[in-house]
């Protein structure tokens, strides 16, 4: 885990793009920079990486280095490179203060273009430092932020940089911020265009590299711009930083995507909005969305794991270690504290299949998190394998609650069940012809069974997996299944009393067209039942979701997560009246559950 400090943000360049235009007169103190070294190393930091500004201009760089070394940790740089042009500042730092890591900017393959961005005649250093750099610390990152200036000469910077293998070529779209907002129409490209450029770059590296490298990577832009090196998709988090504090911050706080939007309307149903960063606010306040291209046919995950990272001692009795040593540092998506008998035991996810603003909402406001008591890949009976996790009675009454992580305490009910009651209640009333959508997994099957057996249904089980079928045939006689997709519903099954999607409606490929088909089956006064579960995390040790995450049917198979409320919008302007509606909660298992009555004629 990394830890970042800004140690000032004084440079000894101009960028054209610079986020600290307006604030290059301020640096840190020494003694402050000294204090949150050793808080870095309290929160648990693997490695503190120093940035600006320019980090390297401080006559305490050695100092610091030495510091964060004396600590056990490894030392890393954000920089221009400047300074580690000399020879003899490297050797120092890599080979007594345990430089690890740098991320270094270069804008271009050529003076001319390099100083068109930086506005600074500093090309030949900046490459004299790669090479010192290259091959004697194990993580290289040469960014290359692009603007208006350099978007056109990306390749004349591959050619330049392929002779170092042991590196890794990153491309990022700027941010418009500090400078780069100000003259937004001079610095900033058009994103659609940015993005082919980039394309272009990372395939014209990938055909020419050796099997060594160099490696590629890209940020700031949207993934359905970028098809085939979504993987390749590189900012803070996947650099495994956690926290971060600015020059005029007393704490540390976490690492955060509040820069870049996923405009709702456009990548609401996109499967790549997880890791992807969508735009940056401030070019999506100018440009729009427009370029966007939401990805809807590929499935996205349904769960994530916490592992544990460190436990906090917490003797009975003792004061919360967390409300006495500061709040701020934890992201309150992305960990949770449990408590254990005389300890808090800190878990982090470091997922990237759910952006930020989902974690979070996982967590807090649905508050879908879980234990996992099994030691399965993945938990297929919910009410045995899984116990719900709440907030402790104790930090609910906490005035730092809005802005802490939370410990974590197991529930003693079964929600999981409790909540399957309703549906259970349902379904041992049915009566008529009965369209099950989605049956593949057959979980209400066993209650339909009954139903049938005592004449008062007849059932119909559509779904596009020949081998489920066959299996659900050998074992339930008494049912007809059709192999087919709910979208494409044809009128020879006729007419039904009633149609189920039970679990299978966030399995849907194209939900609308698929609740058309549906609703054109169904008769008037005939009842529709929605039930499907949202996205939850799984509290697990390390090595439990390592294995599981490795395992080979770890499969996609949801297109989304949809709650209760998701899907009603779906259906506004369907001739249905609800009946019945079961939302997800702090308090409740993560199925929601819709129930509708058909009204009338579907609208031409």
Not at 132 to 140: A, E, T, V, Y
Request: glycine share 8%; with cysteine.
């Amino acid at each position: 885990m990394k830890a970042l400090i800004k140690v000032g943000y004084a440079c000894n360049e101009n960028c054209t793009f610079c986020h600290t235009a307006d604030i290059r007169h301020l640096d840190d103190t020494s003694e402050r920079i000294d204090w949150k070294i050793d808080r870095a190393k309290r929160l648990g930091a693997s490695m503190v990486v120093l940035s600006g500004g320019e980090p390297t201009m401080r006559p305490e760089l050695s100092r610091w280095a030495r510091r964060i070394a004396g600590h056990g940790l490894d030392f890393g740089l954000v920089t221009n490179g400047l300074m580690l042009s000399y020879r003899n500042v490297v050797d120092e730092l890599v080979g007594e203060c345990r430089l690890r890591y740098v991320y270094m900017s270069l804008h271009g393959g050529a003076p001319k273009v390099h100083g068109s961005v930086v506005r600074a005649d500093t090309f030949h250093k900046a490459m004299q430092a790669i090479e010192n750099l290259h091959g004697r610390i194990p993580d290289l990152t040469i960014n290359c932020v692009i603007t208006t200036a350099n978007v056109k000469h990306l390749l004349g910077l591959v050619d330049r940089l392929l002779p170092f293998e042991d590196l890794c070529i990153k491309f990022s779209m700027t941010q418009p911020k500090g400078a780069a907002n100000r003259a937004f129409d001079v610095i900033v490209p058009e994103v659609a265009a940015c993005a082919a450029r980039v394309n272009e770059a990372i395939a014209y590296g990938l055909a020419k590299r050796s099997e060594r490298g160099p490696r590629f990577a890209h940020d700031g832009l949207p993934f359905c711009l970028l098809p085939g090196y979504e993987h390749l998709y590189d900012d803070l988090k996947t650099h495994r930083y956690a926290t971060m504090i600015e020059a005029d911050e007393d704490d540390f706080v976490p690492v955060d995507d509040v820069a870049k939007i996923q405009p709702e309307e456009v990548c609401g149903d996109c499967a790549l909005r997880g890791a992807c960063p969508g735009l940056y606010r401030g070019y999506h306040e100018i440009h729009g969305a427009g370029a966007l291209r939401p990805v809807t046919d590929r499935p996205r995950a349904n769960s994530y794991n916490f592992v544990p990272e460190r436990d906090l001692a917490r003797p009975p009795g003792a004061p919360c270690p967390i409300r006495a040593d500061g709040t701020s540092p934890y992201d309150r998506g992305r960990t949770l504290l449990l408590r254990l008998k005389d300890r808090m035991r800190l878990f982090r996810t470091e997922t990237r299949d759910f952006s930020d603003e989902e974690l979070l909402a996982t967590k807090e406001s649905a508050g879908q998190i879980y234990l996992d008591v099994s030691t399965k890949l993945a938990p297929d009976d919910f009410a045995k394998d899984l116990r719900k996790l709440r907030p402790a009675a104790e930090c609910e009454a906490c005035p730092e609650r809005p802005r802490c992580t939370g410990a974590w305490e197991p529930v003693p009910a079964d929600v999981f069940t409790r909540d399957d009651r309703d549906v259970m209640a349902i379904l041992a009333n049915l009566s008529g012809r009965v369209l099950d959508l989605g049956c593949g997994e057959g979980p209400y099957l066993e209650a339909l069974a009954r139903r049938a057996a005592e004449g008062h249904i007849t059932y119909v089980g559509v779904d596009p997996d020949p081998q489920r079928l066959a299996v659900l045939a050998s074992r339930h006689p008494f049912a007809q299944f059709v192999e087919g997709r709910a979208e494409e519903l044809g009128e020879a099954l006729g007419t039904f009393d009633h149609v189920l999607a039970l679990r299978s409606v966030n399995h849907l490929e194209d939900p609308a067209r698929a609740f058309g088909a549906a609703i054109a089956r169904l008769r008037p006064g005939g009842t529709l039942l929605l039930v499907d579960n949202v996205a939850f995390g799984l509290v697990r040790s390390r090595a439990h979701a390592a294995r599981a995450e490795a395992a080979p049917g770890n499969r996609f198979e949801h297109f989304r997560n949809d709650d209760a409320a998701r899907t009603a919008r779906r259906l506004e302007d369907k001739p249905l009246r609800l009946l019945e509606r079961r939302d997800i909660g702090r308090e409740t298992s993560n199925q929601w559950m819709l129930r509708y009555e058909r009204t009338g004629e579907m609208p031409s």
